[in-house]
């Protein structure tokens, strides 16, 4: 039981938050009342880093992507929103259909001025009677600013919108999504990922299982790869599921990169400094030796030196393991691997290679084995791997890797 100076505490607290919450709202909603309105965009994306929005400072790609004919849309700067949280894109991302925060570009360029009395006195009584001592500011404007926002735009749309979002918020969906239900909206869970079960611990199965209900009651249709992840994703519980061939946010169409004969690409996983997946600095700096290891040894073999080109997942960044990316500088310069630009074409790079590998399970060898590219998955000295996932082999040790690879070379020569 409280006693009186707890509770008098409490309500002090709650008198604080609210004064806060109210500041924030008056410095967004007088702009919000004189900024120039812009026609609501039709497409909104959700959870894409800025490597996969963006390439090349341009959002066309992504754009040429989504409006392939497997998806229908006609996604374009001037009909789509694309949030990503990186804080230059609340004044740099104008030009690229980029903001940093979707529901307060609605608030602020495309809501109804007549709507928004409405919404400020919905957000202040929700506010008030919610139980606000444990919330935090942000959290209040996930749990209330922001709901408050897409409930008024969508609820009333009357042309259709599409809500696009990744397998990334499959935890916690953006706000936007568990909107009321509206005929008009239509809401899409991209599964960019193709490593949904064999690699999820018993927690994260749990997790995807537990959350099924939202997976399934806020989203219409879950776009998958292939018919094997779309089995999997049934396993979960999880419904209205339509396969769609690779999905990595670029275009499918390829112009094969020039390569020397023999090139390998090996598509690899930049461990981070700490980390709880498989994806050990242990695990991925063996693979990486191991592969070098065996294109010398062939190399030698068949009297022809093999290109060996390292594809990194995506740009280096302060969490990545130091010692693996001191591996892979001193690798490059002693000439013994080249390494690809992240940003490169993986069709086109795949297309132009003579064999793709990669390690478990990650997506490009997958894409490999949709251009009938000779491809394996390694797991190399993993005890608890499966000889083959989806049709593609995985090979456990070197020996494997090395007669693979010999195999195609000297069949291609």
């Not at 940093?100 to 919905?122: F, W």
């Not at 918020?169 to 008009?184: D, G, M, Q, V, Y």
Request: hydrophobic share 40%; glycine share 4%.
């Amino acid at each position: 039981m409280l006693t009186w100076p707890q509770e008098y505490l409490i309500i002090i607290k709650k008198i604080v938050f609210f004064i806060l919450t109210q500041a924030t709202l008056i410095l967004l909603f007088i702009p919000a009342f004189f900024l120039k309105r812009r026609k609501a965009p039709k497409y909104f994306i959700f959870s894409l880093t800025g490597e996969q929005a963006i390439i090349n400072k341009s959002t066309d790609k992504l754009f040429e992507f989504l409006n392939e004919e497997r998806f229908g849309f006609d996604a374009c700067k001037e009909n789509c929103l694309i949030e990503v949280r990186r804080y230059k894109y609340i004044f740099f991302g104008k030009k690229m259909s980029v903001t940093y925060d979707a529901a307060i570009h609605v608030l602020l360029r495309c809501m109804d001025r007549n709507r928004l009395l409405k919404i400020y006195t919905r957000i202040l009584k929700r506010t008030w009677t919610q139980n606000t001592n444990s919330l935090s500011l942000f959290e209040w404007k996930k749990l209330i600013l922001d709901s408050q926002i897409w409930q008024e735009f969508l609820g009333r749309a009357l042309t259709d919108i599409f809500l696009i979002t990744t397998q990334s918020s499959e935890f916690r969906l953006p706000p936007a999504f568990k909107s009321e239900n509206n005929t008009r909206v239509n809401k899409i869970m991209f599964w960019y990922g193709t490593n949904t079960e064999p690699l999820g611990s018993p927690l994260n199965s749990a997790k995807v299982h537990s959350n099924k209900f939202e997976l399934n009651h806020f989203i219409d249709k879950h776009y998958v790869w292939d018919e094997f992840q779309s089995q999997l994703l049934e396993k979960k519980g999880i419904t209205n599921r339509e396969v769609k061939g690779s999905i990595v946010f670029i275009p499918r169409d390829t112009k094969p990169t020039r390569l020397n004969f023999p090139t390998v690409v090996y598509f690899d996983v930049t461990p981070h400094f700490i980390t709880n997946s498989a994806y050990t600095e242990e695990f991925c700096i063996s693979t990486l030796l191991e592969v070098i290891s065996a294109c010398d040894e062939i190399s030698k073999k068949i009297g022809k030196n093999i290109n060996l080109l390292v594809k990194p997942k995506r740009n280096y960044n302060k969490n990545h393991s130091k010692k693996y990316l001191n591996l892979m500088k001193e690798l490059h310069s002693n000439k013994l691997i080249e390494i690809a630009d992240p940003a490169v074409n993986i069709y086109d790079l795949i297309s132009g290679a003579d064999i793709t590998l990669g390690i478990i399970y990650t997506s490009p060898v997958l894409i490999a084995k949709e251009l009938r590219k000779p491809s394996f998955f390694l797991g190399l000295n993993k005890t608890w791997i499966p000889n083959d996932y989806n049709d593609i082999k995985v090979l456990g040790n070197s020996a494997q890797l090395k007669e693979n690879i010999f195999s195609i070379i000297n069949f291609k020569s």
